[in-house]
């Protein structure tokens, strides 16, 4: 399974940037952000019907995971960002809803994509 994502960018606080992934399968889906030099760490996960969603509490309210698994692309809408969500985002696919809210469930990892806010 090859993952694709793209969408980051460099933007205002306050700002909104919307992130893609193109996947492939029956996967549920889920987005990482990783800080320099710390552990990658959960943003949201979506079920593979896209009726389940769960997101970390940092993000809760601002951003909203999605998918259309007729483009096979999951989305994240980053709304109201901050410079504390300047970092290098990952999507990430795991064989369930469950598994993906954590990095060692992950099966597989697209490459990252950088996004920065400035104040």
């Known amino acids: 399974v090859q993952l694709q994502a793209s969408g980051g960018g460099s933007v205002q606080a306050g700002g909104s940037l919307r992130l893609s992934c193109e996947t492939s399968?029956?996967?549920?889906m889920g987005w990482f952000r990783q800080y320099p030099s710390k552990e990658r760490e959960f943003v949201a996960v979506?079920?593979?019907?896209?009726?389940?969603?769960y997101y970390s509490e940092a993000v809760k309210g601002r951003f909203t995971i999605s998918r259309d698994n007729a483009k096979n692309t999951v989305f994240l809408q980053m709304n109201s960002l901050t410079p504390e969500d300047t970092a290098v985002y990952y999507c990430?696919?795991?064989?369930?809803?469950?598994?993906?809210?954590?990095?060692?469930?992950?099966?597989?990892w697209g490459k990252g994509t950088q996004v920065t806010v400035s104040s």
């Open positions: 399968g029956r996967y549920s």
């Open positions: 990430a696919a795991g064989g369930s809803f469950g598994s993906v809210r954590y990095s060692y469930g992950v099966d597989y």
């Open positions: 979506i079920s593979y019907n896209g009726l389940t969603k």
